[in-house]
């Protein structure tokens, strides 16, 4: 009876400590989502020192299917991410689509965990144009900036043909 009393209270610590990563604003805990990392990692080194039972099969379980989540959530990040990023994002990893990116929590990636993991090469691929969207961003605007400040002569030349020709200057 003591042991099953133990096991319980484990698991009610389990919860307790991912419950409290969870209730994290996404936008912040994106920078420190090496949390969840540690947080898995102790959780780990805790169980193998555990008797066996329903509840620590039950956390090795769920610990597995976090392991694979935590890999894919560099690509989640949404740094690089404009709107239509972030809706695709929602679609893929099945968060309800009403949510702002303002109100998004690390919670929302844990509760469709399978979710992620299942989508994570069309996760990295929307990743992967939302960085190559912004570079071409980035180069449009260094584009503008240069045909801003950029005076452009036209000249006149003769070709060997003798026909008048303008060269821009």
Avoid at 81 to 102: P, Q, T
Wanted: hydrophobic share 40%.
């Amino acid at each position: 009876r003591e042991a099953t009393e133990m096991h319980w209270l484990l698991y009610g610590e389990f919860i307790t400590g991912l419950s409290e990563l969870t209730k994290e604003q996404w936008i912040s805990f994106r920078s420190h989502a090496f949390d969840f990392d540690e947080f898995l990692d102790q959780w780990s080194a805790k169980l193998k020192n555990q008797v066996p039972s329903s509840i620590t099969v039950r956390l090795n379980s769920d610990l597995r299917e976090y392991l694979k989540l935590a890999p894919i959530l560099k690509y989640v990040r949404g740094d690089a991410y404009s709107a239509d990023h972030w809706v695709d994002l929602f679609r893929l990893c099945g968060i309800d689509r009403n949510i702002k990116v303002e109100e998004l929590i690390f919670g929302h990636f844990v509760d469709q965990a399978q979710t992620v993991v299942a989508c994570a090469d069309e996760i990295k691929a929307l990743n992967a144009r939302a960085q190559g969207e912004i570079a071409i961003r980035e180069s449009i605007k260094e584009l503008d900036m240069w045909g801003a400040a950029t005076e452009f002569q036209c000249l006149s030349h003769k070709s060997s043909h003798g026909h008048e020709v303008h060269i821009i200057k």
